[in-house]
Every structure is written in structure tokens, then in C-alpha cells.
């Protein structure tokens, strides 16, 4: 039986601590957590390193036997780099050049990486699908598009392939909501805990979302895919609506009673985007994702039950 040696590199974050209970979930997966803390925050038997992306030989030792990466480590959101575009640079940008550069040294087989489908097009009322104009205008967006390039850059000087999901705004249980990622989740919270939300601007920007659990089944599927080609995906549901859509639709879930505050507009917020999910749809036939009703309801169940 063949073994899928699989790193993840940002084990202890949201995405990461999920994707690693999905692919865990089959014998024919081996794999490792890599994280910048000491140890792993999440509950698990899976081994666990940290990680210095720019400590070349001991990412040599760490990954010379592995054959899938996925890269999901991030230090920044769109709104702290947002007057400080450098960390961009410094932080996310320097760190994985250095390590593209050093694990392109090896026999890797592909690196799964985790893009940003809400900042790399800019805003945009039409439907935008993977090979749409790219307008990024925040420094995180910027960066992500800029990993992108880098990473076909790799693909044609070393061959070192690629699955890039960009992926859109993603919900569920065991989100840290306190680094200013999650709106659902980050609503859920203030309104069991506070009773009332606040909301950048009108309400009315557009915005797709995702559950987690589907995210981390389709970003499982890329181990069993064709390792000689690379790819990109625009990682969105069927779920696109404003904000204000979106809360209606969390009032008919929960049972809290909450108020809305209305506050000004951030400058790093999107205004708009609209993704085509055809491709990813296509790329795993049959596929159903969660309903938006039913994943805000799991994840409130989920909060109230940890939070009281």
C-alpha cells in the first residue's frame, strides 16, 4: 500500500487543525503538523514540529521524505497589513520564497496552498472565475497573488507542482475568531455572548462563504489527484449574498434574540466579488456542499456549547 507523506505547514490554525481530522481519516495518509509554536495547540496523537521557514537545512532534514505540503500559514490579515503593507513582505512574502526556493531542492510530489478569493481580484459585480483579471488592492491580496506567481515561477524553473485554492470567506467550528477573521463566526460569538453585532458600513458589500468541513474535503481530494499537473480553484460555494442577506439568514437560525450597529466602512473590506465554483465543481463531480442555513447552525450549536 502507498503512503501519502503529507506535511501541513499552519497545523494550528483553523483551516489546518481541520484538514489535518480530514486526512486522518485515511490509512493511506501519514502526516505531520508544522506550526511556529512551541507545541500543537489542537488535541492530537499526529506529530507535531515547529517550524522556521527560513532555517533551510532543517527544512531540508524536516521534509525530505514528504511528498504532499500543505501551506497554510499566514501572519497577517487584511486588515493589519493594511497600514503596514512591509509585513506583507517580511512576514509572509521573504519567508516563503526561502522556502520554495529550498524545498524545490527535493522530491516533492505537489504543495497545496491556501490563496485569498476575496483579495486577489479586487471588487467585481460580475462572476470572476479563475482566469479573471486580477485587481488585488491591499497588501494582503497583493502578497497572496504575488505567493501565486512565485509558486509557478517554481513549477517552471524546478518543476515543483502546485493546487492553489483561492479560497472564500470560511465558517466553523473551532475558529479563533480573536486575530479579526470569521465574520459568521465572529457574529455568532457577539451575539450569544453580547447580543449585538456590528457591521463595517451599509451591510450591503457581497461576499461568498464556505464551511469548513467542505473546504477541508475538497482541499483533501488534491493527494489523489494527478501530481504531474498544477491547478487552481476558486474554493467557493453556492452561498454568495451581502451581509445584510447573511444575517437575515443567521436570525432564522439562532435563537438569541441580537441588535445590528452599523459603523464606518473599512478601507481593507471588498466591497464586492462574485466567484465561479464551476471548476472546483467540475474537478470533484458530485460533490454537495453544506447548506449556509445548516453550517451556521452546527457552528452556533458548536459555540454555545464551548462558550457556556
Known amino acids: 500500500m502507498n503512503i501519502n507523506k503529507i506535511a ?8 489546518g487543525s481541520n484538514l489535518a481530522k480530514k486526512l486522518q481519516e485515511s490509512n493511506d ?9 512551541e507545541k500543537a495547540i489542537a488535541n ?7 517550524i522556521d521557514l527560513s532555517n533551510t537545512n532543517q527544512i ?7 511528498d504532499f505540503i500543505y501551506f497554510l500559514a499566514s501572519e497577517t490579515i487584511p486588515a493589519t497589513s493594511w497600514n503596514n503593507p512591509k509585513l506583507e513582505i517580511t512576514n509572509n512574502l521573504l519567508p516563503f520564497i526561502i522556502f520554495l526556493e529550498t524545498v524545490s531542492q527535493l522530491d516533492i510530489k505537489k504543495i497545496i496552498f491556501v490563496s485569498s478569493a476575496g483579495t486577489i481580484y479586487g471588487s467585481s459585480h460580475l462572476q470572476v472565475d479563475e482566469d479573471a483579471v486580477k485587481n488585488p488592492f491591499s497588501p494582503y491580496g497583493i502578497t497572496k497573488l504575488t505567493m501565486e506567481y512565485y509558486l509557478n515561477y517554481f513549477d517552471i524553473r524546478s518543476n515543483l507542482k502546485y493546487d492553489i485554492y483561492r479560497v472564500s470567506n470560511v465558517y466553523g467550528e473551532g475558529q479563533n475568531v480573536s486575530k479579526g477573521l470569521g465574520i459568521i463566526n465572529t457574529f455568532l460569538e457577539k451575539i450569544i455572548t453580547e447580543h449585538k453585532i456590528q457591521i463595517f ?4 458589500n457581497i461576499r461568498n462563504y464556505i464551511y469548513v468541513q467542505d473546504l477541508v474535503t475538497l482541499m483533501g481530494h488534491s493527494v489523489s489527484a494527478n501530481t504531474q499537473v498544477s491547478n487552481i480553484f476558486n474554493a467557493s460555494s453556492n452561498d454568495t449574498m451581502s451581509i445584510n442577506e447573511l444575517v437575515t439568514t443567521i436570525k432564522n437560525v439562532v435563537i438569541d434574540s441580537f441588535e445590528i450597529e452599523y459603523t464606518a466602512t473599512r478601507q481593507s473590506d471588498n466591497s464586492a466579488i462574485f466567484l465561479s465554483n464551476r471548476k472546483l465543481l467540475a474537478n470533484n463531480p458530485g460533490f454537495e456542499f453544506t447548506s449556509i442555513a445548516e453550517g451556521i447552525k452546527r457552528t452556533y450549536e458548536h459555540i454555545k456549547k464551548n462558550i457556556l
Open 8 to 15: 501541513i505547514i499552519g497545523a494550528n490554525g483553523f483551516i
Open 29 to 37: 495518509n501519514a502526516i505531520t503538523l508544522f506550526g511556529r509554536s
Open 44 to 50: 492530537t496523537t499526529l506529530p507535531y514540529k515547529k
Open 201 to 204: 458600513g451599509n451591510g450591503e
Open 60 to 66: 531540508i532534514e524536516d521534509f525530505k521524505d514528504i
